[in-house]
């Protein structure tokens, strides 16, 4: 039991991680004014405005959910039972 809780906490570790990292290259492009004509900066057509805020507020929403606390009764679901895991018995 306790060789699954640590490798439970090692995959949350890297998930956390892995998820962190891709908030950070979201956001280093999101809202960058792009063109694919060299030839015409700063023109208003073809301009692209990147937008990934749809992409980071989910992450977010994914590492918090991810460092709630269950024990503490937190809002999170069992997707299985549609439950409040910190309500149900063990």
């Known amino acids: 039991m306790k060789q699954e809780t640590a490798r439970g906490e090692v995959v949350t ?4 991680e892995a998820l962190t990292a891709a908030a950070i290259a979201l956001s ?3 809202n960058l004014t ?3 004509r060299s030839d015409l900066p700063r023109q208003d057509w073809p ?3 990147l937008d990934h805020l749809r992409e ?19 809002d999170l679901e ?3 039972c549609r439950t409040n895991p910190s309500r149900t018995s063990a």
């Open 13 to 16: 570790a890297r998930l956390k």
């Open 47 to 49: 301009v692209y405005v």
């Open 28 to 30: 280093a492009s999101h």
């Open 34 to 36: 792009v063109t694919d």
């Open 56 to 74: 980071l507020l989910l992450i977010e929403r994914v590492l918090a959910a991810l460092n709630a606390d269950i024990s503490t009764g937190s």
């Open 78 to 80: 069992c997707g299985r």
